[in-house]
């Protein structure tokens, strides 16, 4: 298995090893079965997003939490900076590579922000491998961010560097979070899958759980597969965090309308939209900086849990 696939230990041999039903159930006696889903549960990041850099999660303390109440999960991670598709490819081996270690025959897909299209493409493309998906604060129809900085003229001095400094990050990131391998790293190509022209270039040929209306929802099951979507829309949550500050500045780029710091309401929904308003920011919803969220609003852990049990509930 890739290097890429965090696989829960445990979790892992239960699958591999065949142990009956009776050793799961002791293996979990201490904690309720809420969480325990059909089909394992695979996370897959966003733009510059990671499985772990110093000992910290890019999902801060969901995969745990999860895993505490039942759920198997396995952590992916796919190029920091590239296209949807290239991004989707990635993420397909890796899937095909959870299916035939757990022998479950399928996943639950999660992806947070352009993890959200990455999981679209698995869906679309490999149904028959796909339970559902779970979109969360992903710009299914472009971000305003991205619209801002497509502005920049294309071939000119100025995209060169920026898209080299970005690329860089990436670079780092990627070496930070201890990959195998030094994943390609195209800031250009993220850009052109993120903003509103390209989001509906990917649409046109990727239509499942797409809403057809402005900001309605998108049809709830297709091919058999499943499709959800929350969000938030509060780029500002708490005074200790200073990614906030940055969210808070790239939020003006949205004039006015709703969003969660790069990501905007009605963009977000795919499928059953759960709920577009959450007291969250783009990092919120992926329970960063460090657990630093509002005060004032579900925990972000907690929506994760109440997904995977509505997952759960319909038999997923």
Known sequence: MSRKTRLSVACGLIAALGVSTQANAFWFSSSSQYTKTKYPIVLSHGMLGFDSILGVDYWYGIPSALRKDGAT?????????????????????????????????????????????????????RPDLVASVTSVGAPHKGSATA???????????????????VNGLGALINFLSGSSSSTPQNSLGTLESLHSEGAARFNAKFPQGIPTSACGEGAYQVNGVRYYS???????????????LLLGASSLTFGGEA?????????????????DN???????????????????ETDPVTVYRQQANRLKNAGL
């Open 73 to 125: 999960v396995y952590i992916t991670e796919v190029s920091q900076l590239d296209t949807s598709e290239a991004r989707g490819e990635q993420l397909l081996e890796q899937v095909e590579e959870i299916v035939a270690i757990s022998g479950k025959g399928k996943v639950n897909l999660i992806g947070h922000s352009h993890g959200g299209p990455t999981v679209r493409y698995v869906a679309a493309l």
């Open 278 to 296: 959450y007291r969250m920011n783009h990092l919120d919803e992926v329970n960063q900086t460090l657990g630093l969220t509002s005060l004032f």
């Open 259 to 275: 969003n969660d710091g790069l990501v905007g309401r009605c963009s977000s929904h795919l499928g059953m939209v759960i709920r």
């Open 147 to 165: 619209d801002f900085l497509r502005q920049v003229p294309e071939g000119s001095a100025g995209e060169t560097l920026l898209a080299g400094i």
């Open 230 to 244: 929350w969000s938030g829309t509060s780029p500002l949550t708490n005074v200790l965090d200073v990614s906030d």
